[in-house]
């Protein structure tokens, strides 16, 4: 099949669905998953394989558009506003997904995944902080979707992009130092300054990375200002592309660049408004419809059946840790009684970022042993959370009083 044939009908059946999805009541994110499971080569073999292999350039690109306009929902003043909400909401929710899903695995791990032969501790506590590591971020480009689609404002709609934004900065440090402490138990090394080190010049390095692009965005668009918005988009899809490729290239995280990236747009470039609501106009659906397909294209559906219980109890613990989170952190920042009810449900959704780092694990041999599993048990969480999450999201914001009324 031809690879323009295929793209082509990846888009319109992702808007088709997205639609139907609407008319139902449903997010169009919600149409666009459905769409990639349809489409995809594992159950109805009409996409070829092999060109499914070959998107993770358009997914990258996808990704950073979507971390950029998460970037930009943190507008300084938004923070200060709700600034002890979102950081007391972050930590708390991040962990505590963190401990409930570690607590449960380091104790019941042996009964859920039995591996006759191999130890404890060298194979069921490695795993287990692994596995919870990757529950702490959440996917802010489900609820970023579903947000735009209905304009939701308010108070609980700004926190949930905050937390979902600050959550992946503490994702990506409990993953390396889960990383660190489970090389640690399985060759039995000594711990050692750098697994603290590294994780925090790699969060360091990806927040310089993206201040810069930032800067040199914010500087062009002054030279600029006068030109189409045509002329806007290639600048600005150009210098997310570098800022996404040269992220991955000196080892820092691409998403947290691209993030910051938009984080300094939105508070030091004179033309924010104009930027952002041009991409949301002209781009953002598109952008939406080829990641959130291409992504369920990739999902291998034996996972659920080979896999489905630690699956289910890796959503259902997350979740517990979110809410639970999510409940005391607000409670601490005496935040409003809305923030403590719903702001969890806009953070359940999960993918993108966690499925990146589960592959990262699956290319180290030293978790030879359980890297099959850790994929397997993340693929098959997305599946669940994309579908779910943003209904959850949807239904939350309803609640908050945060969509406009029809």
């Known amino acids: 099949m031809e690879p323009i044939l295929t793209v082509g009908i990846i888009i319109f059946t992702g808007f088709i669905l997205g639609e139907f999805c609407t008319r139902l009541g449903l997010p169009k994110v919600t149409g666009y998953i459905l769409a990639g499971i349809l489409l995809n080569p594992s159950l109805t073999h009409f996409i070829p394989e092999e060109f499914v292999s070959h998107t ?20 300084f003043s938004k923070i200060r506003a709700l600034g002890k909400s979102i950081v007391s909401i972050t930590l708390f929710e991040a962990e505590f997904a963190f401990l409930f899903v570690a607590g449960f695995f380091v104790l019941l791990g042996p009964v859920v995944f039995p591996q006759p ?28 979707a579903v947000v735009h ?81 045509g002329v806007l988009i290639s600048l600005i899809i150009s210098l997310l592309s570098l800022c996404f490729g040269l992220a991955g290239i000196l080892g820092a995280d691409e998403l947290l660049s691209t993030m910051t990236m938009g984080i300094f747009v939105v508070n030091y470039n004179i033309n924010k408004e104009q930027i952002f609501t041009m991409l949301e106009r002209y781009t953002e659906e598109l952008i ?25 109890i890796f959503v259902v613990f997350r979740s517990i840790g979110k809410y639970s989170g999510t409940y005391i952190g607000a409670k601490i920042a005496k935040a409003s009684p809305k923030v403590k009810k719903y702001t969890a449900g806009g953070l359940i959704p999960q993918g993108g970022i966690v499925i990146g780092l589960a592959l990262v694990i ?18 098959g969480a997305t599946i669940i959370h994309e579908i779910i999450g943003p209904v959850i999201s949807k239904y939350a914001l309803k609640k908050a009083g945060e969509l406009p009324v029809k």
Request: proline share 3%.
């Open 56 to 75: 993770s350039l358009v997914t990258h690109i996808a990704l950073a558009f979507i971390t950029f306009s998460v970037g930009g929902t943190l507008s």
């Open 117 to 144: 032969g191999l130890a404890y501790c060298t194979f069921y506590i490695p795993i287990a902080i692994l596995l919870a590591s990757l529950a702490s971020p959440t996917d802010p480009s489900a609820t970023l």
């Open 149 to 229: 689609q209905y304009k939701a404002k308010g108070e609980v709609s700004s926190t949930i992009m905050g937390v979902a934004a600050f959550d992946d900065i503490l994702g990506i440090f409990n993953y390396s130092l889960a990383m660190a402490a489970a090389a640690i138990l399985i060759l039995n090394q000594p711990f050692e300054a750098n697994s603290i080190v590294e994780p925090l010049l790699r969060i360091l390095g990806s927040i310089t990375i993206g201040t810069l692009f930032g800067l040199l965005l914010n500087f062009l668009t002054t030279k600029i200002n006068h030109e189409s918005e």
């Open 288 to 312: 939406f419809v080829l990641f959130f397909t291409i992504s369920a294209m990739h999902l291998n559906f034996s996972i659920l059946a080979a896999n489905g219980l630690v699956i289910l």
């Open 362 to 379: 699956k290319q180290n041999s030293d978790f030879a042993s359980m890297s099959d599993i850790i994929l397997n048990v993340i693929i």
